[in-house]
T-cell receptor, first 109, second 118 residues
Framework: DAKTTQPTSMDCAEGRAANLPCNHS???????VYWYRQIHSQGPQYIIH?????ETNEMASLIITEDRKSSTLILPHATLRDTAVYYC??????????WGLGTSLAVNP | EAGVTQFPSHSVIEKGQTVTLRCDPI?????LYWYRRVMGKEIKFLLH????????ESGMPNNRFLAERTGGTYSTLKVQPAELEDSGVYFC????????????????FGPGTRLTVL
């Protein structure tokens, strides 16, 4: 499974867009980019996934570069409840998830 | 629709004792995964069931850990005998089996069981 790298921490002002980057330069062709988050003391929560195309759902947008070596998760209007650790994972379908340390996002009032 | 549930939410045991964790996946989800987070470390994969069969158990740390999923519904993870380093949060996740890559099966996680071995 591909290894991903993310910044350790980021800050964002409430109401602003939060842009979380992820590098996955060794991703293979059949691996998806998944984003999960973990809010303190809760189980991880699925956010969004993508293979090649940009994706958007009610929670976030995912921008994947054309070469698929990196991606950005966008929370368009961050709220205090979006404070969490965000994980970018590259994995095949129906396969185990390999977790890094993620990005700790602090949304400030 | 009920989510993934785990029992107990917390367990405190002494070294050498036995503990059994339970996970009830979302109804209809054939994939069931166990993960663990030891304090300060990344979440680590333990094993993956497809129905009652172990698809991948490469993450199981040693033979003190036994996972079962009889009947392909709920799963148990037994630690016997427990050691200090087994302390951590154990997460269970489930997903549907999707036969092709066109439909992704995202994993839905339970709240975890916090295990403390004294």
């Amino acid at each position: 499974d591909a290894k991903t790298t993310q910044p350790t921490s980021m800050d964002c002002a409430e109401g602003r867009a939060a842009n979380l980057p992820c590098n996955h330069s060794t991703i293979s062709g059949n691996e998806y980019v998944y984003w999960y988050r973990q809010i303190h003391s809760q189980g991880p929560q699925y956010i969004i996934h993508g293979l090649k195309n940009n994706e958007t759902n009610e929670m976030a947008s995912l921008i994947i570069t054309e070469d698929r070596k990196s991606s950005t998760l966008i929370l368009p209007h961050a709220t205090l409840r979006d404070t969490a650790v965000y994980y970018c994972i590259a994995a095949g379908n129906n396969r185990k998830l390999i977790w890094g340390l993620g990005t700790s996002l602090a949304v400030n009032p | 629709e009920a989510g993934v549930t785990q029992f107990p939410s917390h367990s405190v045991i002494e070294k050498g004792q036995t503990v059994t964790l339970r996970c009830d996946p979302i109804s209809g989800h054939d994939n069931l995964y166990w993960y663990r987070r030891v304090m300060g470390k990344e979440i680590k994969f333990l094993l993956h069931f497809v129905k009652e069969s172990k698809q991948d158990e490469s993450g199981m740390p040693n033979n003190r850990f036994l996972a079962e999923r009889t009947g392909g519904t709920y799963s148990t993870l037994k630690v016997q005998p427990a050691e200090l380093e087994d302390s951590g949060v154990y997460f269970c996740a489930s997903s549907q089996v999707t036969p092709t890559s066109e439909r992704l099966s995202e994993q839905f996680f339970g709240p975890g069981t916090r295990l403390t071995v004294l």
